[in-house]
């Protein structure tokens, strides 16, 4: 399994004045669900960007500090290794597409056949992602004339083809319905449960707070706090922080581990109450 | 639909040494033999619309080229104003035609080659060299992310609709209702090379790897036939110009 850390870490994007990450320390150990909140611009996507190593393969920019990978900096490893242990799915779906396959399968077997898997290993893990995303019905279209909320599910597929120990998604909610969001819950809850290091950036910290182990304030690129969920609300609460706070029913989901989901307000007032009469 | 058929390699050696023949020999081997080719070709094809298309392009190219002979006063004892009264002598006429015979054939040969290979055969013929990989993605996911391009201004089109803009009819009134979207569009379009930057380098399409595809591409022996002849033809071409030259 694999544990990610950025040390002393800052970026500047080439040609711009400031620095968007400033002396980030990160560390995310194996197996951990990272969530990382903050306003926009606030340099979620740079952070994402970095902890992938698309920074600096394709932005030219000023660096400062290291990106390692279990203990090693990302520079000991070879584009093909850094490729399959480190999944990435980008904020706009389309960014995710090869844009030069012409059906599903192909495309999904493109991550395969990058990373240089033989044919036989190709086909058997794109059966195996078809079955588990439930693609089936799509898998001879052109991925061009599909909607968005299918994207972003292909988009993961073209990810998982490749079984990486880290995964890192960028605001992947943001052109799913309701329902779609509750089913990318589920893949990153089996996910977590396989031990796979998941680093989540999300403007919508509700619907995935249950999950969360460690969670990441950012702000103008700087960490402004993080540590456990209930720690950095805790702390944020006592001081007054103007932040994004979660609503209370996704708060309780996550500290009572409960067998059924807390859907609504109702839910969690009720459980409130039974906690308050077991005093 | 033959042509799409053709082993990439094929029609890319054919393209080239149509070009470099049409270089190497005057204007009738390109206007009176490669053009003529070319028609059959789109005709057996039944994609016409091809060759129309590369008419529509290379025409106003030759009459651009007839004004500006005019506009430098390069035909002799006579003005631009002449061409319009089409009393264009018949060595202006061979100049030009010999001036224009090259990009008259890429033109044909080029438009066809790219409307009529799929990108993925094409990437996959050359996917063994890394280099020409890298610029043959770049070239050919232009043709997906134009019909992006297109599906979006058609979203943005049904959406201005139904907020009650009207955008039927003429050209004019739908590039009356595109007008606003225009540069958000190009500015997208343009952004999106940077994203193809970024999707290479994620889904890992610069490693440099065996790669073993699921789509497999192989080539008749009839084509491998008709490759040795192209070049034959052109080293044939080659020698007699050397030889013309010597004597
Ligand atoms: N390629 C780039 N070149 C220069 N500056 C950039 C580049 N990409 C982003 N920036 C700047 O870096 C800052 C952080 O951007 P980033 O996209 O990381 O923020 P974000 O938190 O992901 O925002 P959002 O919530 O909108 O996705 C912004 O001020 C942005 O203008
Ligand atoms: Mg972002």
């Known amino acids: 399994m694999a544990q990610l850390e950025l040390s002393n870490f800052s970026f500047r994007y080439q040609g711009s004045q400031d620095y968007v990450l400033k002396d980030i320390n990160l560390t995310l150990k194996s197996g951990q669900f990272t969530l990382i909140n903050g306003l926009d611009g606030a340099g979620k996507t740079t952070l994402g960007y970095a902890l992938k190593g698309i920074i600096p393969h394709v932005f030219e920019g000023t660096l400062l500090g290291e990106q390692r990978l279990n203990h090693k900096v990302f520079q000991e490893y070879t584009h093909q290794e850094l490729t399959k242990i480190i999944g990435y799915c980008f904020q706009n779906p389309w960014t995710q597409l090869s844009m030069i396959k012409s059906t599903l399968e192909e495309e999904l077997s493109f991550s395969c056949e990058n990373v240089g898997y033989a044919l036989e290993e190709t086909r058997f893990r794109v059966k195996a992602i078809v079955r588990l995303l439930d693609l089936s019905h799509l898998i001879h279209k052109n991925p061009i004339h599909l909607s968005l909320g299918q994207l972003q599910t292909i988009a993961l597929g073209t990810i998982l083809v490749l079984d990486p120990d880290v995964l890192i998604l960028d605001e992947p909610t943001s052109q799913l319905d309701p329902l779609t969001r509750r089913r990318l819950f589920n893949h990153l809850s089996d996910l977590k449960k396989q031990g796979k290091t998941i680093i989540l950036i999300e403007h919508n910290i509700d619907d995935f707070l249950e999950l969360v182990d460690h969670l990441v304030l950012l702000e103008k690129g700087s960490i402004l706090d993080q540590g456990s969920v209930i720690d950095v609300y805790t702390r944020s609460l006592s001081i007054g922080r103007d932040i994004q706070y979660p609503s209370l029913t996704a708060l309780l989901s996550t500290i009572t581990s409960l067998d059924k989901p807390i859907l609504n307000d109702n839910d969690a007032l009720t459980i409130l109450k039974g906690v308050k009469s077991h005093d | ?247």
Do not use: C
């Not at chain 2, 059959?40 to 290379?58: D, P």
């Not at chain 2, 006579?78 to 009264?85: A, E, K, Q, R, Y």
């Not at chain 2, 201005?160 to 009356?176: D, K, P, Y």
């Not at chain 2, 084509?223 to 192209?230: D, K, R, S, T, Y």
């Open chain 2, 1 to 247: 639909m033959f042509i799409e058929k053709i082993h990439p390699h094929t029609k890319v050696i054919f393209t080239m040494a149509m070009i470099f023949l049409s270089v190497l020999n005057d204007y009738t081997f390109s206007f009176y033999i490669i053009i003529p080719i070319m028609f059959v070709l789109h005709l057996i094809n039944r994609s016409i619309q091809t060759f129309i298309t590369s008419l529509i392009i290379v025409i106003p190219y030759l009459f651009m080229l007839m004004l500006i002979y005019g506009l430098l006063g390069e035909l002799t004892d006579s003005n631009w104003i002449v061409i319009f009264n089409f009393k264009l002598n018949e060595t202006v006429l061979i100049d030009i035609l010999n001036r224009s015979k090259s990009v008259v054939v890429m033109i044909f040969m080029l438009s066809t080659l790219f409307k009529h290979t799929s990108s993925d055969s094409m990437l996959l013929a050359f996917s063994k060299h890394t280099s020409i990989k890298a610029i043959s993605f770049i070239f050919m996911n232009v043709k997906n992310s134009l019909s992006h391009l297109r599906l979006r201004a058609n979203n943005i089109l049904i959406a201005q609709q139904t907020r009650g803009i009207n955008t039927q009819g003429f050209i004019i009134t739908r590039l009356r209702a595109l007008w606003p979207m225009i540069m958000p569009l190009t500015m997208s379009a343009m952004l999106d090379s940077q994203e193809r930057q970024l999707t290479l380098y994620v889904r890992g399409f610069d490693i440099e790897s065996q790669r073993d595809n699921i789509e497999t591409l192989k080539k008749h022996k009839l084509e491998v036939l008709f490759e040795l002849l192209i070049v034959g033809l052109v080293i044939f071409s080659i020698l007699s110009e050397v030889t013309i030259w010597l004597n």
